[in-house]
């Protein structure tokens, strides 16, 4: 490392120990993880009948009426460009009509799209015509390339948040106002309901207008007020990125290339929320007003239970902050057993254990059935100090080597929908730093490239994987129809979109 490279690291407040532990990551990757078993209803996964989700959904109510700050958290950086690479293929491709099944479906049902009206006035503006008679005339590239390029709708380069997901009556709405919506609908408290948007440095100024635009017409309509508030990924979380021999990859002009260290860096952004609860879901994962009652009574579950756990976590540690008896101890060790899911296997079961377990951020996960969608997966996975518990994982965590753990993999009946509520301070009312629980020996490789040039990039633990690791986890099963993410863009044309 030279004098410009050390200039180059502290200005993104990064350290040189950080680096060196970085590039050592490249050279020895990141170790599999130790299974005990996929996670399922019975064993990690809780399904509640409809008289306990009415209890959870009551207590949820409560809670909130206590004062409580309820923070919706929305990951929201991601650029569309990958929603969209069919099409920029059909841009580029060397015939003029549309040909795979893909393209088929996007021009045939094209009027069903919340953004049909948006595109047909660039066409009209950039090509003197409709999309009906472009169409007609064979020109479907230049329908195609209005959606994506920056002198059409932009759709192409925009973030997610801002593309016309779903159409109504009085126009359409991104996905942006979808969340604003259901930030109103179960994570209001006090008649005002706080949502936070991670969003991309050449993005934010466009997110502020869009939110201001629409902001008001919500809170008038839900009779609540709102406060919005916006975070960046941090400089600091970015990671260097490697050549194939694991030295410092370096730019043309000689210095280094720092990369984004993927979702798991929000748990800087996360760390500052000033807030008890905090509700966390992509920025795609949106319906129309039609499906949100599911939606919301499932978030409403999901706290309900979170919630309940914690106010008897916070119960056993003043128990133990004044001395428990044996029974007491018993009960509390039965309780973190059971309900948290923590197997002590070869740990002493004793005060400081039971302190250390229950003295931590809580969050509950909804998981849903396993139907083949990409994803990680629940599983009780043994964790640094030997204890089995429950986790998120990713595919790139376990050892594809091992029979026993790709068929826990592959047969497993639960996915990962990131559908969160987190609990973020402990008993005495102060927050956790979060940070301090992220299992850093996790992490994730993978092989881009650069101007030409083959590059390693580094991956920090994710967001709801090896970041929160040490947290109390516990999963609920919830419906499917909560979960309709939009990862093409023919995705639009599901029924749950229109």
């Given amino acids: 490392m030279n004098e410009k490279d050390l200039k180059q690291i502290a200005q993104r407040g990064i350290s040189e120990a950080q680096i060196e532990t970085q590039l050592k990551q490249f050279e020895t990757g990141f170790p599999f993880l130790k299974l005990e078993a996929a996670a399922a209803i019975g064993n990690g996964i809780i399904a509640p009948n409809e008289d306990e989700r009415k209890t959870y959904v009551k207590a949820w109510e409560q809670y909130k009426a206590e004062g409580k700050r309820v923070v919706k958290f929305v990951p929201a950086s991601g650029a569309a460009s990958r929603m969209f690479k069919n099409m920029f293929a059909f841009v580029d491709a060397d015939y003029d009509v549309p040909t795979t099944d893909f393209e088929k479906k996007y021009f045939d049902e094209i009027e069903h799209f919340a953004f049909f009206d948006a595109l047909n006035d660039v066409c009209l503006k950039n090509e003197g015509k409709g999309i009906k008679a472009l169409m007609a005339e064979g020109n479907y590239k230049a329908v195609a390339a209005n959606m994506l390029h920056k002198e059409g709708l932009n759709y192409g380069q925009l973030p997610k948040g801002m593309l016309l ?233 376990i050892d594809t080597g091992n029979a026993e753990y790709m068929k826990m993999f592959t047969q497993g009946t639960h996915f990962n929908p990131v559908d969160l509520v987190c609990a973020v301070r402990d008993y005495k009312g102060q927050p956790f730093n979060l940070p301090d629980y992220v299992d850093k020996t996790t992490g994730f490789i993978s092989s881009k490239s650069k101007g030409g040039k083959e590059l390693k990039a580094l991956e920090l633990p994710g967001l709801w994987n090896g970041a929160m690791s040490d947290w109390s986890t516990v999963f609920v099963e919830v419906p499917l129809g909560t979960f309709n993410p939009v990862k093409t863009v023919n995705d639009l044309l599901r029924p749950q979109h229109q």
């Fill in 165 to 397: 997901f779903h159409k109504y009556a009085e126009g359409p709405r991104t996905p942006m106002e979808e969340h604003l919506v259901e930030g109103a609908l179960y994570a209001a408290s006090n008649g005002e309901a706080h949502v936070h948007f991670t969003v991309s440095h050449e993005h934010i100024d466009f997110f502020r207008q869009k939110v201001a635009e629409k902001a008001d017409g919500f809170a008038k309509q839900y009779g609540i007020s709102y406060d919005i508030t916006f975070s960046e990924q941090k400089p600091s979380t970015d990671t260097i990125a490697a050549n194939p021999d694991n030295t410092p990859f370096r730019d043309d002009d000689g210095s280094l290339l720092f990369r984004p260290g993927g979702h798991g860096a929000l748990i800087e952004n996360l760390n500052d929320i000033d807030a008890d609860v905090i509700f966390i879901k992509n920025i795609d994962n949106v319906v129309p007003d039609r499906l949100k009652p599911e939606t919301t009574e499932w978030k409403q579950v999901i706290a309900g239970v979170l919630v309940t756990l914690q106010k008897k976590a916070f119960e056993y540690l003043q128990i133990l902050d004044s001395g428990a008896t044996e029974e007491q101890l018993k009960e509390i060790a039965t309780f973190v057993e059971q309900c948290l899911c923590v197997q002590p296997k070869g740990c002493k079961v004793d005060a400081d254990y039971l302190r250390k377990k229950l003295n931590r951020p809580m969050r509950v996960c909804g998981v849903v059935k396993n139907v083949g969608e990409p994803g990680g997966g629940p599983f009780l996975t043994y964790n640094q100090d030997g204890t089995v518990s429950l986790q998120i994982l990713e595919s790139s965590q």
